[in-house]
T-cell receptor, first 109, second 113 residues
Framework: AQRVTQPEKLLSVFKGAPVELKCNYS??????LFWYVQYSRQRLQLLLR??SRESIKGFTADLNKGETSFHLKKPFAQEEDSAMYYC???????????FGSGTKLNVKP | EPEVTQTPSHQVTQMGQEVILRCVPI?????FYWYRQILGQKVEFLVS????????KSEIFDDQFSVERPDGSNFTLKIRSTKLEDSAMYFC???????????FGQGTRLTVV
């Protein structure tokens, strides 16, 4: 069965510290992986998709098929990064997106 | 930049009443979704819609739920007889075909009393 696991509900770091939000997935085919961010009282917004291999707002994420992970990383966290972060998977044979339970990132000054 | 829009932003309804949540997806998108998020819980898939029919639905999407795309622009979620446990934030999303992400609306907070 498809599953997305984000083991940390809350991650608190100081400004300027590195941050890594973990995401592991379970899917037997070729998944598409995404990171969505939800700032306070705003809609879910796409942050990254694995297929683009891009860096957005200093965040990167690499799909590791061996470890079935898609961790989100940023070398120097900023206060404005404080938000809920959701990892999401879409399989190659279906439409829907599976979301992890989310990690709340709190960047302290 | 085009956005998915949802109305109303907040709906309060009495248990047993019918509610219709409305969404206007992005105009050239082909796939449409409803998700919900009960307070403090994960974002859960309800239903996807493509080519004027439901393509997938979850166990949550039972007979009390229905979706429609009545006029080629709106995409609605109807809950026939609301229960207390239907209280949640409901998100509409849409996407184009291929390897693309879903774009989400700002959500409708449904409170059943």
């Amino acid at each position: 069965a498809q599953r997305v696991t984000q083991p940390e509900k809350l991650l608190s770091v100081f400004k300027g510290a590195p941050v890594e939000l973990k995401c592991n997935y379970s899917y037997s085919g070729s998944p598409e992986l995404f990171w969505y961010v939800q700032y306070s009282r705003q809609r879910l917004q796409l942050l990254l998709r694995h297929i683009s291999r891009e860096s957005i707002k200093g965040f990167t994420a690499d799909l590791n098929k061996g470890e079935t992970s898609f961790h989100l990383k940023k070398p120097f966290a900023q206060e404005e990064d404080s938000a809920m972060y959701y990892c999401a998977l879409r399989g190659d044979n279906f439409n829907k997106f599976y979301f992890g339970s989310g990690t709340k990132l709190n960047v302290k000054p | 930049e085009p956005e998915v829009t949802q109305t109303p932003s907040h709906q309060v309804t009495q248990m047993g009443q019918e509610v219709i949540l409305r969404c206007v997806p992005i105009s050239n998108h082909l796939y449409f979704y409803w998700y919900r998020q009960i307070l403090g819980q994960k974002v859960e898939f309800l239903v996807s819609f493509y080519n004027n029919e439901i393509s997938e639905k979850s166990e949550i999407f039972d007979d009390q739920f229905s979706v429609e795309r009545p006029d080629g622009s709106n995409f609605t979620l109807k809950i026939r007889s609301t229960k207390l446990e239907d209280s949640a934030m409901y998100f509409c999303a849409s996407r184009t075909g291929g390897v693309t992400e879903a774009f989400f609306g700002q959500g409708t907070r449904l409170t059943v009393v």
